[in-house]
């Protein structure tokens, strides 16, 4: 079965936007926020699967919502798309929350500022990683919007793979910078 989003106006009309705006934002991110000259990039490649990561399970929940229309939710779609649409939200307000929240120390990349601090408010107070566990949220938020429990836990095998990555050479990074005031 085709997803609500496919098949109905108002689910369309809320989603496409909301996943656009997802879109351009990181996007805009992804073109304005550069290590500057006083960084030491440490990244390893890791940004380059994350963005990979992510759209490619994308594509896979489509092509599963398509492939196993038995996976599908049936008379639990509408609630399932509207949870996930508020997962979605929710997700993309808290990445956006801890990106502002890290200000001048957000770059894409792995990275190491000659005046870097450990930021310890916003999100930052309560989660280690905000900006990642909003983007597992959008996720899941898209995956149930698909409506599709195959399409659901697909979404999540390959950005948990790139962030797994990401995360440790994060950790290992910020410890070895920022010693036992990160730790």
């Known amino acids: 079965m085709l ?8 689910p369309a009309a ?14 805009r991110g992804y073109q304005t926020m550069r ?8 990244d390893g490649e890791s940004l380059r ?4 990561g992510v759209w490619l399970s994308i594509a896979l929940g489509s092509f599963l919502t398509l492939a196993l229309p038995q996976a599908g939710l049936g008379s639990h779609a509408a609630v399932a798309f509207w ?6 939200a929710g997700g993309v307000a808290l990445r ?18 000659a005046e870097h601090r450990v930021v310890d408010r916003g999100p930052y107070r309560w989660i280690r990683h ?8 959008a996720l899941i938020g898209v995956g149930l919007a698909f409506g599709n429990w195959a399409a659901l836990v697909g979404m999540i095998i390959l950005p948990t793979l790139a962030y797994a990555n990401r995360v440790t050479i ?6 070895a910078a920022l010693g036992q005031e990160y730790r």
């Open 35 to 42: 290590p500057g000259p006083q960084t030491e990039e440490r």
């Open 49 to 52: 699967f994350i963005i990979w």
């Open 96 to 113: 956006r929350y801890a990106v502002h929240s890290l200000g001048q120390f957000f770059i894409h990349e792995v990275v190491i500022h």
């Open 3 to 10: 997803p609500l989003f496919l098949r109905e106006a108002l």
């Open 170 to 175: 994060e950790e290992r990074t910020l410890v």
């Open 83 to 88: 949870t996930g649409i508020g997962l979605l």
């Open 14 to 27: 809320v989603f496409w936007p909301l996943c656009t705006a997802w879109a351009l934002t990181e996007w």
């Open 130 to 137: 905000p900006a990642y566990s909003g983007t597992f949220l």
